[in-house]
């Protein structure tokens, strides 16, 4: 709203018959033009919000930690997967599109020492970098010092190929 001087004079003569001084009448003008730049920025258009899918928004559902993983993938969200030797990590689980463009899901914990392991692109297999172990895509140790193979999990596309479900 703009402030005309007429409204200006309105506001003073209304301020000096409350009999404020002319300092306190100085402070309500002041006030007055910061109210006034305050509200030409609310105007203004709102921010680019850096988190367009609140609520989490990795288009997952389900349980991904634990002993009871269960949990689908929106591929629409997480296209990545759609590309052949791309992976992710969702909760405890590395769900990747291999190389032979098929899908697996492995624990992501090395059975070292419980470190995340990595899906290799390159060899189309899984390592871990810490101590270097390596994991054939089935979760059979291939190099030590890893004990035991990797838990798997079962992962089916959906018909429209649109959502993973991943099911121990
Ligand atoms: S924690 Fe993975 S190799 Fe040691």
Not at 71 to 94: H, M, P, Q
Not at 123 to 152: F, R, W
Not at 158 to 167: E, H, I, Q, R
């Amino acid at each position: 709203m703009e402030t005309t001087t007429q409204d200006k004079m309105k506001r003073g003569q209304f301020l000096r018959s409350l009999g404020l001084s002319t300092s306190t009448l100085m402070a309500f003008y002041c006030l007055g033009t910061t109210m006034t730049a305050c509200g030409s920025k609310d105007d203004d258009p709102d921010p680019v919000d850096p988190n367009p899918n609140p609520g989490g928004g990795t288009g997952v559902t389900g349980t991904t930690t634990g002993g009871s993983i269960n949990f689908t993938v929106d591929l629409t969200i997480n296209s990545s997967l759609k590309t052949a030797g791309e992976y992710k990590i969702f909760g405890d689980v590395l769900v990747a599109f291999t190389t032979n463009s098929t899908y697996v899901a492995l624990t992501k914990i090395c059975t070292h020492e419980g470190n995340p392991v990595q899906y290799r692109k390159s060899s189309n297999d899984i390592m871990c970098p810490t101590h270097g172990s390596e994991y054939s895509i089935t979760g059979t140790v291939t190099q030590g010092p890893a004990p035991a193979p990797l838990k798997t999990y079962t992962v089916t596309l959906s018909a429209d190929g649109k959502t993973l479900t991943v099911k121990a």
